[in-house]
Each structure stands twice: as structure tokens, then as C-alpha cells.
């Protein structure tokens, strides 16, 4: 694998754990609705990481979201809970962002802030074990 390609998904790890920061403090300053944002988006760059150590990409949202889905998590590389948890939270980005009306529960977002670590945990994993290889 290039020096180039490496350096790229490194960045991407760390903009995942920038964003999970990011988040953090909004949660913090009681804005949901960006923190929402924000866990999507340090999902987002942590899967684009992952997808390119196989040398996947996507254009688009739901592509991210169906390579991930197709090539680790159907495969067993990655656990299902973790496809899961980034659709579900593809979806709560989508109706934070563009709906209106939208109130998320402070609880359930602490809970989501969770499970971006543990996901972001997971992804940097297999995705350095595949680089290293």
C-alpha cells in the first residue's frame, strides 16, 4: 500500500476522533442537534478510512453506508451491531438536519456518544490491522 494512501486514512481516523471532540463539547453546551451531526460525521470519516484500506470509496452518504454494510460487515469483519448503529445514525443525522421539529433526548444522544467510541474503537482497529498486513 502507498505512503499516500496510508497518510490519508490515518487523517481520517483522527478527523473520526476530531469530530467525536467536536461533538462532546456540543453535547456539553446542550445543542443535540449539531452533536447528532457531529456523531454522524465521526462515523462517516472513520467508515471512509476503513473503506479505503480495501480500496473502496463512495460519492455519496448511502453508498459509504452499503459498502460498509456489503464489505465488512456481511463479511464478519465487522460486528453487525456497529452496521447498525451507522445506519441508525445516518437516519437521526438526516431528520436532525433537514426536518423540522426535531427533539432528541439528552439520555439517548449521551448514549449514541457511547457508542461512537466504541465504534470509532472497532473501525481504527481493522482498519490498522489491514494496513499493517
Same mark, same amino acid.
Given at each position: 500500500?502507498?505512503?499516500?494512501?496510508?497518510?490519508? @486514512? %490515518?487523517?481520517?481516523?483522527? $478527523?473520526?476522533?476530531?469530530?467525536?471532540?467536536?461533538? *462532546?463539547?456540543?453535547?456539553?453546551?446542550?445543542?443535540?442537534? &449539531?452533536?447528532?451531526?457531529? @456523531?454522524?460525521?465521526? +462515523?462517516?470519516?472513520? !467508515?471512509?478510512?476503513?473503506?479505503?484500506? =480495501?480500496?473502496?470509496? &463512495?460519492? *455519496?452518504?448511502?453508498?459509504?453506508?452499503?459498502? +460498509?454494510?456489503?464489505?465488512? !460487515? *456481511?463479511?464478519? +469483519? @465487522?460486528? %453487525? $451491531?456497529?452496521?447498525?448503529?451507522? &445506519? =441508525?445514525?445516518?437516519?437521526?443525522?438526516?431528520?436532525?438536519?433537514? $426536518?423540522?421539529? @426535531?427533539?432528541?433526548?439528552?439520555?439517548? !444522544?449521551? #448514549?449514541?456518544?457511547? #457508542?461512537?467510541?466504541?465504534?470509532?474503537?472497532?473501525?481504527?482497529?481493522?482498519?490498522?490491522?489491514?494496513?499493517? $498486513?
Amino acid at each position: 500500500m502507498k505512503r499516500e494512501l496510508i497518510d490519508l @486514512i %490515518k487523517y481520517r481516523l483522527e $478527523k473520526s476522533k476530531e469530530m467525536l471532540q467536536d461533538a *462532546k463539547i456540543l453535547f456539553e453546551k446542550a445543542s443535540l442537534t &449539531s452533536t447528532v451531526n457531529r @456523531i454522524y460525521y465521526a +462515523l462517516f470519516y472513520a !467508515v471512509n478510512g476503513l473503506l479505503l484500506s =480495501k480500496n473502496f470509496s &463512495s460519492s *455519496k452518504h448511502s453508498g459509504v453506508r452499503a459498502l +460498509l454494510n456489503k464489505e465488512f !460487515v *456481511k463479511k464478519g +469483519l @465487522i460486528d %453487525k $451491531k456497529f452496521g447498525k448503529f451507522y &445506519s =441508525k445514525m445516518f437516519e437521526e443525522r438526516q431528520e436532525g438536519d433537514y $426536518k423540522d421539529f @426535531i427533539n432528541f433526548d439528552r439520555s439517548i !444522544v449521551r #448514549n449514541w456518544l457511547k #457508542n461512537t467510541e466504541n465504534f470509532i474503537k472497532e473501525i481504527e482497529k481493522v482498519t490498522l490491522e489491514i494496513i499493517n $498486513k
